[in-house]
C-alpha cells in the first residue's frame, strides 16, 4: 500500500506561484512514478506532470514552462512548483503513484486527497 498527503494549496493571484508538496509512504515498488493531476468544476480529472525514478519528467501542454515536477527521495516528497499562475488553473490538484509511466487515470493506483488550488483573475 502506498498512502498520499498534499499540502501547499490556497488562494493565489493571476501571476502568482504556489508550491504543491505531496509526502509519500508505503512500497517504493508501487511509486516508481509520481504524478500531479487536476480537476476543475464540471471538468474530469486530467494529467499535468509525472517523474520518474530516473528523473524523466512530463507535462500536459498548457503547463510547459509555467509548472515544475521535483522529488526530493530523501523525504519521501514530491513537488510541483507552479509559477505565473492563470485563472484556468484552479482546480483541486491530486498527487498520485503509479508503477509505471502513463497519462491515463486508470493507469495510476495511489492517489492522494487533493487539496485545491484557487487563480483570480
Known amino acids: 500500500q502506498v498512502q498520499l498527503v498534499e499540502s501547499g494549496g490556497g488562494l493565489v493571484q493571476a501571476g502568482g506561484s504556489l508550491r504543491l508538496s505531496c509526502k509519500a509512504s508505503g512500497r517504493t515498488s508501487s511509486r516508481s512514478v509520481m504524478g500531479w493531476f487536476r480537476q476543475a468544476p464540471g471538468k474530469e480529472r486530467e494529467f499535468v506532470a509525472a517523474?520518474?525514478?530516473?528523473?524523466?519528467?512530463y507535462y500536459v501542454d498548457s503547463v510547459k514552462g509555467r509548472f515544475t515536477i521535483s522529488r526530493d527521495n530523501t523525504k519521501n516528497t514530491v513537488y510541483l512548483q507552479m509559477t505565473s499562475l492563470k485563472p484556468e488553473d484552479t482546480a483541486v490538484y491530486y498527487c498520485?503513484?503509479?508503477?509505471?509511466?502513463?497519462?491515463?487515470?486508470?493507469?495510476?493506483?495511489?492517489w492522494g486527497q487533493g487539496t485545491q488550488v484557487t487563480v483570480s483573475s
Open positions: 517523474m520518474r525514478w530516473s528523473g524523466t519528467t
Open positions: 498520485a503513484a503509479a508503477e509505471s509511466y502513463s497519462r491515463s487515470i486508470s493507469q495510476w493506483n495511489y
